[in-house]
């Protein structure tokens, strides 16, 4: 049976097999009404859940293909339920703060959030943040499956393109999905500066300059795990990655 659903630029498109199932996790009964409302427009299946336990078992239990997660909740909160949920299955994660902190942030990204967005934002944004989410997971999960010739290494940075995976001085390094497409944006060309926004656009698929702390916060991650010398800040214009010289 063939269902309806709603593209990224609000065409929409019949595409076969089950609809995608987002559960969105937020205890302001006014935002999580008004993301299910909107999602539910995008044609996805939504559940919700308003506590951090509730948010956990409704995960098991349903298989989300995306969740949606405030930080602050009742019971435990949104880091818990991350790092709960992602060690049952990874699960692509967009984080929600009521803060514009960045310490909030990357801790959100260290313990397997995939984006974030900062109270207030628009739905038309989140909407179209989840379905770029979504096709990167799609996308990685092609990947996984075509066979690409290979091993890119720069110096003691190796990046398997058919695997996913990342190693320095031969030690695996977990990425998140977007840090992975992050980094392998970078290597594309090493040493060349990728502004901001090249950035947003080629990982993201998002072209608003609103977002370009998003790719900030995502390249500290980054740099938290494969070495803050990897990759150089050109102020004022964007990052490259360094590579050893010839």
């Known amino acids: 049976m063939e269902q309806t659903q709603t593209s990224h630029n ?27 409302t909107r999602l539910r427009a995008e044609g996805f299946l939504v559940q919700t859940a308003g506590d951090g336990p ?5 995960a098991e239990a349903w298989q989300p293909d995306l969740l949606i997660l405030d930080i602050m909740l009742p019971g435990f909160d949104g880091l818990e339920v991350c790092r709960r949920v992602q060690a049952q299955r990874p699960v692509p994660v967009m984080m929600l703060t009521a803060r514009d902190d960045e310490t909030d942030m ?8 995939d984006d974030y967005m900062t109270k207030p934002f628009s739905m038309r944004e989140l909407a179209a943040r989840v379905h770029v989410l ?6 990685a999960a092609l990947a996984a499956t075509t066979p690409r010739s290979g ?16 190693r320095v001085r031969s030690e695996d ?6 840090e992975f497409d992050l980094l392998v944006c970078l290597a594309n060309t090493p040493r060349a500066v990728l502004s901001r926004e090249q950035l947003l656009a080629e990982v993201w698929d998002w072209a608003d300059a609103s977002g370009t702390r998003t790719v900030d916060s995502h390249i ?11 990759i150089r800040t050109v102020h004022g214009v964007g990052y490259a990655l360094e590579t050893p010289n010839p």
């Open 106 to 113: 990357l801790v959100g990204l260290g313990v397997g959030a």
């Open 54 to 58: 509730s948010a956990v078992d409704t």
């Open 220 to 230: 500290k991650a980054l740099r938290r795990k494969i070495g803050a010398e990897r």
């Open 10 to 36: 609000g065409t929409a498109a019949t595409t076969p097999g089950a609809q995608r199932r987002i559960l969105v996790v937020e205890d302001d009964a006014t935002i999580v009404d008004a993301i299910a």
């Open 134 to 139: 979504l096709r990167r997971m799609e996308r």
């Open 173 to 178: 390094v977990h990425l998140t999905p977007t």
């Open 151 to 166: 091993i890119l290494r720069l110096g003691e940075l190796e990046i398997d393109h058919a695997q996913r995976r990342v």
